[in-house]
């Protein structure tokens, strides 16, 4: 296992910039957020490194986490019928099927000591970035960031919702670590308005961080069957509740 990357945001960034769009459209792109050097080492470590789990939502909307091990004790069977579901619960509902790290739990709970994912959390949870974050959006009050690093594969999708539900999510984030990807795809992250049109739509990227206010209403459009590379994002949320929950 490499070492943990010595992580820092790219001191060319001007916060103020990207505060000035975020204040005016509540959604902001930052291209090359990390040093070419940083950066490189984030998305080795997504390609090369994590065992994933398979996230793929419940019929509560709710996610079903199943292992490597999880996905064994299933079977193909069981685990093919799961993904039918969800599919199916999609035409009309929230609902979702991709590959997913738990960062946060993770870190707090131990698993894979050592690994240099662990390096990303911590940063992400740094004062570096949590004052970045609140320069760009204006939230003074972020306590903590949330973290999941996620890989779609191809027919992979997320639905349509807004993230409401949970009070202390200030601002969403995504951070993207695809090297390549061609528009025709899919994947692209979606924002939509309340006649159901694409107001906005941005494509997987390479190291570039989004941030957008919470709620908002968005998606990802599946993965087509015939994409030629991992969907790699790590994703989650500026928050303002206590940071180890308590």
């Not at 996230?55 to 996610?63: H, M, V």
């Not at 969800?86 to 050592?114: K, Q, S, W």
């Not at 003074?140 to 349509?160: G, N, S, W």
């Not at 692209?188 to 190291?207: I, K, M, T």
Request: with cysteine.
């Amino acid at each position: 296992m490499s070492e943990a990357p010595v992580l820092r945001l790219n001191p060319a960034l001007d916060p103020a910039a990207f505060a000035q769009v975020y204040a005016r459209e509540g959604l902001v792109r930052i291209p090359d957020v990390f040093e070419p050097a940083v950066v490189d080492r984030l998305a080795g470590i997504l390609e090369q490194t994590l065992d994933w789990d398979v996230i793929c939502s419940n019929e509560t909307g709710g996610a079903e986490i199943l292992s490597r091990a999880r996905r064994a004790e299933l079977g193909a069977d069981a685990v093919a019928a799961r993904f039918h579901a969800a599919t199916l619960r999609a035409r009309t509902g929230f609902a979702y099927i991709y590959l997913g790290y738990p960062m946060i739990n993770a870190f707090v709970e131990g698993r894979d000591p050592g690994h240099p994912i662990h390096a990303l959390t911590a940063f992400l949870n740094s004062p570096e970035f949590i004052a970045f974050g609140a320069a760009v959006t204006g939230e003074t009050a972020i306590t903590k960031v949330d973290a999941q690093a996620t890989l779609y594969r191809p027919a992979d999708f997320l639905t349509l919702h807004d993230d409401t539900g949970v009070g202390e999510r200030l601002a969403a984030y995504t951070l993207g670590l695809t090297r390549q990807w061609r528009p025709d795809w899919g994947g692209q992250l979606l924002f939509h308005d309340d006649a159901g049109d694409v107001e906005r739509g941005f494509a997987p990227a390479f190291n570039v961080l989004t941030l957008f206010k919470v709620p908002r209403k968005h998606s990802v459009a599946p993965v087509a069957p015939y994409a030629g590379a991992p969907r790699l994002t790590v994703t989650g949320w500026l928050r303002n509740d206590p940071p180890n929950g308590r």
